[in-house]
């Protein structure tokens, strides 16, 4: 019998992880899904679901619905990917954490199988997730799409309503070079029959989502047509047309992007009403309210610390940059200090070109196969006029970043998912 911790390196070190590895653990089919899930006894189809899927946004969507379940009185499954700091985020019942020992017991019951079969580190996780929402009788899940849409291996579900988030560039050497291509493989995980929301209208592939809906006969929204958000100060109230449907809502996520967000998953639950579930306006005050806390959800436009102000986000390619500086730029403060490192799968010259020159920057690598070397790094920023050290480690940037700022500063952590998942602090 494995101990936890054997089981996770066996996890993380014999099945290809993309996390760690990059394209390499990436399965261009279903069938080792397939065959997983028909081993498992099919759990997929024993679950109620909620599939979402998009380039940015689609981990805060998926926290924002779960948490409103929750309050309605669902037992709610969670279902996210990549996590920060321990394996265990990546599966939630009403916000809890997977035991341990259920992993490990998992992996052990199921060895020679996963021997024989060889599934992707993503693959396994996605049969253990269904197993035990399954097991433990969860009323509904909401699922978060890895990678992509079509071809990744959530899509093996029948959801009661698809959400599909923002389409903009990331793993194009994955999904395709285009916005269209991109946005067809998101467009995979829309089901016959089945109500899908799409959280913005983007003039490059609305035609994408129109076309496969209507091949599917899946009734379409698009959530920023149907629904204005109007901000007050500390809220927000969201419209159907002229009518109110909810007044001074207020939401635990606190970056300017994220209204584009709350749209869609507005969206999800009218669907969901339509459907029959219980959801009480109630239940959705308190679960946008409360997310990070009912949920466990970090890292999106977190602050870490005050005078000076340090932040923390995981946005990582080229929208999800944008939307960052442009939050940045909101901010009042004397010097800005950043702590960037990247993974070198991405185009970073879509990230460094949108960068601040006037920020003085502190490059690191994060500890994983798939880090951008710092000294790589450091070279490609400055030929678009980024200052900065080299550090030998993310938490040495952070100290270092923290030494050098004045009170009336503001410390931004980020580029990469990794760089955050290594801050001590979250």
Known sequence: MMTFDETLHYLYNKLPMFQRIGAAAYKANLDNTIALCNYLGNPERQLKTVHIAGTNGKG?????????????????????????????????INGQAIEEDYITHFVNKHFDFIETLQPSFFEMTVGLAFSYFVEKQVDIAVIEVGLGGRLDSTNVISPEVSLITNISYDHQNLLG??????????????????????????????????????????????????????????????????KVLF?????????????????????????????????????????????????????????????????????????????????????????LHFVLGAVNDKAIDKILVQLPKNAIYYFCKPNLPRGLEVDSLKTQAQTYGLEGNVYTSVQAAIQAAKQAAEANDMIFIGGSTFVVAEIDEL
């Not at 989502?209 to 204005?228: C, G």
């Not at 994220?258 to 749209?263: D, H, I, L, M, R």
């Not at 409360?290 to 949920?295: A, G, N, Q, R, Y």
């Open 60 to 92: 805060s969507s998926s926290h924002l619905v779960a948490a409103v379940l929750q309050q309605a009185g669902y037992k709610t499954g969670l279902y996210t990917s990549p996590h920060l700091k321990s394996f265990t985020e990546r599966i939630r």
């Open 177 to 242: 070079d285009t916005l269209p291509q991109i946005a067809t493989e998101k467009a995979g995980i829309i089901k016959t029959h089945t109500p899908v929301v799409v959280s913005q209208w983007q003039e490059e592939v609305a035609k994408v989502f129109e076309q496969k809906s209507q091949a599917e006969n899946s009734p379409l929204i698009f959530a920023d047509l149907k629904y204005q958000i109007i901000a007050e100060v500390d809220n927000f109230t969201v419209l159907r047309g002229k």
């Open 247 to 335: 007044k001074d809502l207020s939401c635990e996520l606190k970056g300017s992007y994220q209204p584009k967000n709350f749209k869609g998953v507005i969206g999800v639950i009218e669907c969901l009403r339509q459907k029959g579930y219980d959801i009480r306006d109630e239940a959705v005050h308190t679960g946008f309210a409360k997310v990070c806390s009912l949920t466990g959800l970090k890292g999106r436009w977190q602050q870490l610390g005050q005078n000076p102000l340090i932040i923390c986000d995981t946005g990582h390619n080229e929208d999800g940059i944008r939307q960052i500086v442009a939050q940045i730029q909101q901010q009042k403060f004397k010097q």
